[in-house]
Structures are given as C-alpha cells and as structure tokens.
C-alpha cells in the first residue's frame, strides 16, 4: 500500500507525463513556503508550535492588515484540526491542500489559498454516521452526529491520510480505519479495516483522540461518550503499509473506564518510538488497570512506565479526569506534562515514572483554578522557555521553566477571564525564537459543554500575552468564523491561520475559515514565458514564475472564440497538465499571477494543438 500511497501523491493523470521528464524541474520550483501539518498539535510533542513561520508576525497582525480571506461551508461540525500538504499534485498542478473532517463522516480537501476555489478539490463521505441520539448515553457531549472525531493524522511520504468513520449500517455500528490517497481521497489497497479488539463497542467507544503516526505505525486511541459503560481505553495499533492489526492496549481489562481522552490531543512520541497518554476515570490496581494515570508504553504498546497521583482514588470519584490536557513531552528534557480537571499541573520524568505517589512527580502545582484543556510550549529568545494555558473559568496564563521546573507564579496572566467550558484551544506560531504569536479559540460568550456557542479567535504576543493584537470580533463584519469548534486548535502555516467552526447552527452545521494578510500593494507581475506542449494525448504548460506570486491560474478557450475561462486556480508550481483537452482541436492559454494583493494581468498567450494522434513532441508557443 506505500508504494501505491507513494506514486498517488504526483496523481494518476500526470504519471505518464512525469515520466517524459519534460517539465520535472519546474514541478519543483515553488512559490510559496513549504511548511506542513501533518499532525494534531503541529509535531510527535504535541508541543502546538510551528517555529516556521515567516509571514505572520506581531507587527503585521491587527485589524487593519490581518483577517478573514475566504471560508468554506462544509456538511456538519468540525471537532478535527485542519491539517496542511502542500505541493499536492492534483488535477494535473500543484496545490497547497488543506484537510478537515465532519461528524457526518465526510472529508475535504480544499485548496490552501485560492479565495476563489470554493469548491473542494475532492470531498469523500463514508456513510451514515452514529448520532448521539443512537443510545441512552445521558449527555450530549456532541451535539448531534458523531462519525469522524479525531484528527487525522497524514505521511506525506507515501501520500497516505489516515482516519476513523464511525458508521451506522442498519441497526449496527462499525469503527473503520481508512487511509486515503491524499490527492483523490480514494480508499488505497487494503483500506478500510474494520476496528475490533476484545470487549470493544463500536458505539460505545469514543474515537475522540487524535490519529498517530510512528515508526511505520498508525495508533488510535478511544474514550467514551459521557461515561457510559461499559468501555475502556483503547490504543491501537496498526500497519501503516497494510492495515494489519498489530497491538491492542486496554487500560482497564479486568475493570472499567480509564479512557484515553485527552480533549482530542493525539498520543505523543519521543524519539525512541514510546508512546505517552495520559487517562480519565477509572479502575485503577497499579497492574493492569490505569485510571487517572500517566502510562509511557512501547512502539509495540508493552507498558513500560506509569505515574499515578496520590488522590487518584478522589478524582475517580468526582469525575476530575487527570488527562484533561493530554500528554505534551517538553523539548530539550525528560519531561512530560498534563493537567487534568482539577486545574493541577503534572509535570513527570519521563525516564522514571515513579509509580504511585505525587512525591514521585518531578513538580506539580495548581495552575489554573478549573479544567485545563490545552498547553502550548515555546522556547523564546526573549523570555525563555514558556508554556500558555487558558483553563475553563479562568485567565490565559504564562509560565516560565527555570531548569526542568517551572515558576509556580505564573510570569504573565490576562485580565479578563472566560465564563465556561471548556477554555481556550492553543496554538503558537514563531519564525524560531522570535516573532511569537499566541492563538486562542475560545467560546465568545456562554457554556460550550452541551451546546454550541459564538466563537472568537485571538492572537497576543507570545513575549507579552498583556498585548492582545487581533480578535475575530474586532471587526466581526469581516472576521466572525460563527459558533466555536469544541477543543479544535487553530493551524497556522504559510502565513495563513484554519480555523474550524461549528458554522451557524446547533447541530448540523460547519465551516473552516482562512485568514491571512489582507491586500496592502500592488498585484505580482504577469508570468512570462508561457509554453505548451501536446505530451500523450493531453496539453502540458509551464512558464517563467512571477515574483512575489503565490498562486496561478490558467485561462483557456478554444481557437476563435475569444472567449477565456479559468480551468484551474491555486497552483503553487509554473507548470500544468491539461487532462481535459479534446484531441483534434487548438486551444489557446493565459496564466495571470495571484497573491494577497490580488490578480496579475495576463501572460501572452500560448497556442497548443492537441493532435488526434497523440505526439510526444508537438510544440507550438
């Protein structure tokens, strides 16, 4: 299946064309930067930062050069990250993708950066989805339908995307695992497999925390729905070439519950390929069960260490699930940290657990006053190494280490503070150590534990979060993305911020928003050299790139008619393949440059005719 996965991400239309070697070295002269996310979190930490970003910064963010670009209204709720590839070979160019999913089990590829392909580059929808209303789970911690949850997670080497559907097939349900050729959203060989593990209920068990990927591996966690048993923690692990089954790890095999939550923070990975979660209420023996626990487990989910607070007996009992946070390994040491409902920071070496005790925690103090969903580690050239957290009923706060400790006075905190469940969902972007800026999605007003509520996104400066740059509601006319996406951390990459929405509605209702520079010069120069070729039956372009170009479109019409339309926009390379010429005709193109300030004119135009024989070699420009 890699070698499949690994062929698909050039697309099946171009490999012919590929082969002919005829516009190869312009398939990888770029416009744009090159930053992916891959993974819930931006990397295997799950530390929440991209430290490459070199467009977005605090002197160019604020309400009169930064915000809203475009959206895209997608078929339901959004709990997942948007995740980002770019350099995608689709439909015969290059496209900078950006990947979300629905509860409604679908999910869409979109072009990263084009306001005007408003259509997605693929859409896929695996069925009817299981809805909360399925069973008599005595809550409603989603809102409606409840088919794909967790983030996915993507290897871009082999072109793979990989999530969980949770289908309704007549009266039963079934857990999936699909890995997706990312430039069609086609099923790869062996895909899907249907998830199965003893005392596993597909219904039941809750795929709410992100996919990994490790070590040629893919592992997929479970949690429940409102506590209702029976169900267990789950991390299971899989082939990421076949989908073969390879490991299965329940917390609580002789008991019940010890979900591995984590408000949909994926698993995290050190270099070694071990595996760190952290659980939620539950059965706990200190030998086979692990509720309220910290547990660091081997690539093939052999326990190798655990930590268990001293009061784990008391937060069992009143629902303060430790993991609120999920596992976050802190760069540059051994240390690995969670906070739980309690709003208590663990802070755990990572190479001595220590098992039962809190005396065996390498620092844990109260750190916000409630729930504590979400952190984000930075190391800053001004203020050092610094972990953000906006806890439920609370203040944003900043916390300095000093050694392999923190601070317990936090270094910095915000006046005001959010009224509900669950706080803000973090993340951080910083072009290294500098150039710092903190984002927080967070409910404008209102509980977001059984209802959806308005959103608001915020950006402050990562060295002073006193300093507040931009808000989505500065100038909502503009900016408002509606109702807040539960625990959905923006993505920040190529000087653009996706923001997941739970759209307009209660339920049944999602969108993604994009935000970026807003127009402040002139338009990138026209592109010059504009060539075409007839190679096997289709028209190949490629031209000289423009400066300061992002993206290109390509005109086209038909010779004597005047009349040019665009066939594609959003490429990110000086070359495409035209797949939908007819053999027998003459066609004429233009290709105009795009960036944040708008529309270059067009090029000159190249005249092509595409032989009713194909030719290998017919050229006319």
């Not at 699930?321 to 051994?334: C, E, I, R, Y």
């Not at 307009?504 to 026209?526: F, H, I, M, R, W």
């Amino acid at each position: 299946m890699r070698a499949a996965g690994r062929a698909s991400r050039y697309g099946q239309g171009t490999r012919l064309y590929l082969l002919g070697v005829i516009l190869l070295p312009l398939l990888h002269s770029v416009c744009g930067a090159q930053v992916n996310v891959l993974t819930q979190h931006n990397n295997t930490e799950r530390t929440g930062a991209n430290l490459n970003e070199t467009v977005l910064m605090p002197s160019n963010v604020n309400a009169r050069q930064f915000g809203m670009i475009f959206k895209r209204v997608v078929d339901d709720q959004v709990y997942s990250q948007p995740l980002i590839v770019t350099n995608v070979n689709i439909g015969g160019g290059t496209h900078d993708v950006v990947y979300i999913t629905t509860v409604n089990n679908s999910v869409y590829a979109f072009d990263a950066n084009d306001p005007s392909a408003s259509q997605p580059l693929w859409h896929v929808n695996f069925g009817t989805p299981a809805n909360v209303n399925d069973w008599d789970f005595g809550c409603t911690d989603l809102n409606g339908n409840m088919g794909i949850i967790g983030t996915p997670v993507i290897d871009d080497h082999s072109g793979t995307l990989y999530v969980v559907a949770l289908t309704r097939i007549r009266d039963n349900f079934v857990q999936r695992l699909h890995a997706l050729d990312i430039t069609t959203g086609v099923d790869l060989p062996g895909s899907p497999v249907t998830i199965e593990a003893p005392d596993f209920n597909a219904l039941l068990q809750n795929q709410r925390p992100a996919l990994a990927l490790g070590h040629g591996s893919v592992y997929v966690g479970y949690a429940s729905h409102c506590d209702k048993e029976p169900y267990h923690g789950f991390l299971i692990r899989y082939d990421a070439k076949s989908l073969r089954q390879t490991a299965v790890f329940n917390t609580s095999p002789t008991g019940q519950e010890a979900s591995i939550w984590q408000s949909g923070q994926a698993p995290a990975i050190d270099a070694s390929g071990n595996i760190y979660v952290v659980t939620a209420n539950g059965s706990w023996d200190g030998k086979s069960n692990f509720g309220e626990s910290f547990l660091k487990l081997s690539p093939d989910l052999k326990l190798l260490d655990w930590f268990t607070p001293t009061n784990h007996a008391y937060l069992d009992s009143t629902d303060a699930d430790l993991d609120a946070s999920g596992a976050t390994l802190v760069p540059g040491t051994h240390i690995v940290m969670d906070g739980g409902k309690q709003g208590v920071l663990y802070l755990v070496n990572a190479d001595n657990m220590g098992h039962l005790g809190d005396e065996h925690a390498a620092q844990h103090f109260q750190a916000t006053s409630s729930h504590l969903h979400s952190i984000v580690f930075w190391d800053s050239a001004k203020s050092g190494r610094t972990i953000y957290m906006w806890g439920q009923r609370d203040r944003l706060r900043a916390y300095r280490f000093s050694g392999d400790k923190l601070t317990e006075a936090p270094a910095a905190m915000r006046p005001e503070a959010n009224q509900g469940h669950p706080g803000a969902m973090l993340s951080l972007s910083a072009n290294g150590n500098k150039d710092g800026i903190l984002w927080a999605a967070i409910h404008a007003t209102g509980d977001s534990w059984h209802e959806s509520q308005p959103g608001v996104l915020h950006a402050y400066d990562a060295d002073d979060i006193g300093h507040e740059l931009w808000n989505s509601l500065d100038n909502a006319g503009r900016d408002d993305c509606g109702n807040y996406a539960k625990m959905a951390p923006p993505t920040i990459a190529n000087g653009k911020v996706y923001l997941a929405s739970f759209g307009t509605k209660n339920t049944e209702s999602g969108q993604l928003c994009v935000y970026g520079l807003l127009p402040d010069g002139p338009a990138p120069q026209a592109p010059v050299d504009l060539r075409g070729k007839a190679v096997n039956g289709r028209i190949a372009l490629s031209w000289t790139k423009s400066p300061a170009a992002i993206t290109y479109t390509v005109k086209r019409c038909l010779e004597g008619t005047n009349s040019f339309q665009a066939i594609t926009s959003g490429l990110t390379s000086s070359a495409f393949l035209d797949n939908s010429a007819t053999p027998g005709k003459t066609y004429l193109y233009k290709v105009a440059a795009v960036n944040s300030n708008g529309e270059s004119g067009d090029s000159e135009v190249a005249s092509v005719l595409l032989p009713k024989t194909a030719s290998p070699h017919h050229v006319v420009h």
